[in-house]
């Protein structure tokens, strides 16, 4: 079997062999009204927080209590990702 095959199960619209992934449907759910103003919030909050775009490293992340504090966006997004 020549090394860089890729080997997939997901043979769906939408979906790469290589992850088995269908992005259609992340593509559908994050295009969807309520997801593009949660997205719009935590950007507003980034700007005020003055952590938007300037290379710091840092996130705006959800208490318990809902509110935003900043905190590295590494622990941030590797405490947020789905678990399997």
């Known amino acids: 079997m020549p090394k860089n095959k890729i080997i997939g199960k997901n043979k769906r619209l939408g979906s790469t062999k290589a ?5 259609s449907k992340e593509k559908e759910y994050q295009s969807s009204p309520a ?11 980034n700007r005020k927080a003055k952590t938007y ?15 935003l504090v900043k905190e590295l966006q590494s622990k941030n997004r590797a405490r947020n990702r789905g678990k399997k």
């Open 53 to 67: 775009g300037n290379g710091d490293n840092m996130d705006m992340s959800h208490t318990k209590s809902g509110k």
């Open 19 to 23: 992850t088995g992934r269908d992005y």
């Open 35 to 45: 997801r593009k103003k949660y997205r719009a919030l935590l950007n507003k909050a």
